[in-house]
């Protein structure tokens, strides 16, 4: 089976930074878009950031300028460093991977992390 686990949420100040990982494990062939997204209690869920394979990345737009995501591809994982966070950042984010399983090597499967809580607050 696949598994994305999270890492790195917490508490931090309005102004301050925070570190998100997420690494995919079990069979996977090969792994396609990674994302993160974010939820806040009776919200929908939002992407916040995007990357491909290639490295190109796409962000929406009230955290352009602020985070930055990135992968390691041999590590199998995918960042987000989140920087100059303000109070409405704060919400669950969870993790995303667009993946071609070793044991279905035809298709791509949705997988989702488990989720990581963010609060920004004084």
């Known amino acids: 089976q696949v598994q994305l686990v999270e890492s790195g949420g917490g508490l931090a100040q309005p102004g301050g930074s925070l570190r998100l990982s997420c690494a995919a494990s079990?069979?996977?062939?090969?792994?396609?878009?990674m994302s993160w997204y974010r939820q806040v209690s009776g919200e929908q869920r939002e992407l916040v950031a995007a990357?491909?394979?290639?490295?190109?990345?796409n962000y929406t737009g009230s955290v352009k300028g602020r985070f930055v995501i990135s992968r390691d591809n041999a590590a199998r994982t995918v960042y987000l460093q989140m920087n100059s966070l303000k109070p409405e950042d704060t919400a669950v984010y969870y993790c995303?991977?667009?993946?071609?399983?070793?044991?279905?090597?035809?298709?791509?499967?949705?997988?989702w992390g488990q989720g990581t809580q963010v609060t920004v607050s004084s």
């Open positions: 995303y991977a667009n993946i071609r399983p070793s044991y279905y090597p035809t298709r791509l499967y949705d997988f």
């Open positions: 990357i491909t394979s290639g490295g190109n990345t």
């Open positions: 079990g069979s996977i062939g090969s792994i396609n878009a």
